[in-house]
C-alpha cells in the first residue's frame, strides 16, 4: 500500500526566503503527483501537478521536482510572501489497478513578516 | 468557471438526524469521490464513482451513501448521523483517473452533536 509522508508538519520562515517542502512516497509506481494548497477552513487549491516522466514544474514562484526513482518530490518556493501561509499537500496518483489518490498529511507553512 | 460546488458549507446534526451534501461539477468529468479530512489522519476516501450510475467504496464507507444519478452531481448522505461523523467533507473529480488532476470543492463542516 502506498505511504505518504510530509516533513516536517509545520515549518516557519522568515519573508522574503526561498523555501522547500518535502514529499515522500513508498511506491514509485506513480502516474502523477500533485501539490495542493489549503488555507484555512477552506478547500484544496491545486499548485503543480507532475506526471511521472517529467522531472519538474513550474509556475509562477513555485517549482515542484519528482525524482520516481527514489520515492521523492519537492515544492521550492522563491521570495516566500505572508500570503504564502498555509498547509501544503502533495497526492500521489497510482498507475495501475483500482488503487487511488494517496495524501500525505500535510506540511503547515507560515511566513513570519 | 465554477468548477466542483458543495452545499452545504457548514451543518450542525443532532446525532441519529440524516442529511445529503450535494457535490456539482461542470467541468463534464467522468470521476468523483466524496473525502473526510480529519485532524491527524489527513484525507480519506469514502466512496467514489467512475462514471454517471456508478459507485465504489473507498477505505472509510460505513455509515454513508452516495448516488451519482447524474454525471455532473455525486450526493453523499448520512442515514444515521453519529458523532463519529463529525468533519469536513470534501467532493472532487477529474477528468480520467490517475491521467490528470483533481479539483477538490471548498468543504463541507458538519458537526454532529
Known amino acids: 500500500k502506498q505511504e505518504v509522508t510530509q516533513i516536517p508538519a509545520a515549518l516557519s520562515v522568515p519573508e522574503g526566503e526561498n523555501l522547500v517542502l518535502n514529499c515522500s512516497f513508498t511506491d514509485s509506481a506513480i502516474y502523477n503527483l500533485q501539490w495542493f494548497r489549503q488555507d484555512p477552513g477552506k478547500g484544496l487549491t491545486s499548485l503543480l501537478l507532475?506526471?511521472?516522466?517529467?522531472r519538474e514544474q513550474t509556475s509562477g514562484r513555485l517549482n515542484a521536482s519528482l525524482d520516481k526513482s527514489s520515492g521523492r518530490s519537492t515544492l521550492y518556493i522563491a521570495a516566500s510572501q505572508p500570503g504564502d501561509s498555509a498547509t501544503y499537500l502533495c497526492?500521489?496518483?497510482?498507475?495501475?489497478?483500482?488503487?487511488?489518490?494517496?495524501f500525505g498529511t500535510g506540511t503547515r507553512l507560515t511566513i513570519i513578516p | 468557471n465554477a468548477g466542483v460546488t458543495q452545499t452545504p458549507k457548514f451543518r450542525v446534526l443532532k446525532t441519529g438526524q440524516s442529511m445529503t451534501l450535494l457535490c456539482a461539477q461542470d467541468?463534464?468529468?467522468?470521476?468523483m469521490y466524496w473525502y473526510r479530512q480529519d485532524p491527524g489522519m489527513g484525507l480519506r476516501l469514502i466512496h467514489y464513482s467512475v462514471g454517471e450510475g456508478t459507485t465504489a467504496k473507498g477505505e472509510v464507507p460505513d455509515g454513508y451513501n452516495v448516488s451519482r444519478l447524474k454525471k455532473q452531481n455525486f450526493l453523499l448522505g448520512l442515514e444515521s448521523a453519529a458523532p463519529s461523523q463529525t468533519s469536513v467533507y470534501f467532493c472532487a473529480s477529474t477528468r480520467r483517473e490517475g491521467h490528470y488532476g483533481y479539483t477538490f470543492g471548498s468543504g463541507t463542516r458538519l458537526t454532529v452533536v
Open positions: 497526492a500521489v496518483a497510482p498507475n495501475f489497478g483500482n488503487e487511488k489518490l494517496t
Open positions: 467541468m463534464n468529468h467522468e470521476y
Open positions: 507532475i506526471q511521472s516522466s517529467q
